[in-house]
């Protein structure tokens, strides 16, 4: 039998992943936190956490190296997401979205296409959003209308894409059109392209009125006539839906390392009202009935921690469970997340359902981790799908 050791590295993140932690969150304590309600409650761009994130350097730390980017791993993207996220899950939707909209990018386009676009992501200088949704094609990618036609050196696109996270703040639009709409199969008649905000025809919408992430503008985006050139296409035509699909994979550990934030940003808050609450000549954090809630909230947050960056190794090295772990972790974490953040309200008791504590935010912030990048009861079809193979 292989002698066991007990060594160091045996279960644990590797060392440079705890210094980021611990970098990205004495950031979002400083620079983002003191923000956080007034962005909400403004509905305004967090501004102070876009800037903040890009002096850092921790807006986009997933872009390689050779653009100019830090090349970190999937895990470190995840942890600068969950850091922000648990003060403030808006702002944590500047790494987030910056992953989602270059994804495609990374997995798919061309050299030039990449040359072109991902280094000013990796600076900061630009910002990049995904254009999957439509009002008719939500869960059903493949029914969408947006159409784009090859002309001469160009691509020409029609259509409203919905839903867009950071629209008319992002500078960079990854779009996926139907390209060759008499295709026998309609997820092959879909491609992929790279559209900037200043090119012709392209226009944004007014922001969405929304429940939570409030300073994270949510709006359509049309396209009449929009003209790009023919060399922004992303991968060759008909992979568009393809590379969609895969990008999901990458990104939907990020959802939930989000979802886990808010999570515990609003355990964390908790923790500390109710050791300062009194009711009955004691702190409430001492009765029974309290202590059990808090235990729970902890043992569902360490849970899907764990399976959070469990599925980002998992896409990062290509694992053939990583589309399971990928949609496993980000349902866990985001019922987790509606979970915690309800409990969260209850334990603050008649403050907790008030604006001067971030608890309610927080439980606002919590519910759309559950429907985008897929929603949970679509999660489930994709984890039992993978299962029957």
Known sequence: MAQVTDGPGLYQLAEEHEELRAAVRALAEKEIAPYAAEVDEDERYPVEASEALSKAGFQAIHIPEEYEGQGADAIAACIVIEEVARVDASASLIPAVNKLGTQPILLSASDEVKKLVLPSIASGEASASYALSEREAGSDTA???TRAKRDGDNWVLNGTKCWITNAGE????TVMAVS?????????GISAFVVHKDDPGFTVGPKEKKLGIKGSPTREIYFENCTIPAERIIGEPGTGLKTALRT???TRPTIGAQALGIAQGALDATV?????RKQFG???GEFQGVQFMLADMGTKIEAARHLVYAS???TERGDSRASFMASAAKTYASDIAMSVTTDAVQLFGGAGYTRDFPVERMMRDAKITQIYEGTNQIQRMVMARQLLK
């Open 180 to 188: 060759d709409p008499d295709a026998p199969k309609k997820s092959n």
């Open 272 to 276: 500390a009202y109710v050791k300062d």
């Open 248 to 250: 999901l994979d990458h």
């Open 312 to 314: 980002a190794a998992a």
């Open 170 to 173: 992002s500078t960079w639009y």
């Open 143 to 145: 029914s969408m209308r």
């Open 282 to 284: 004691k702190a409430i």
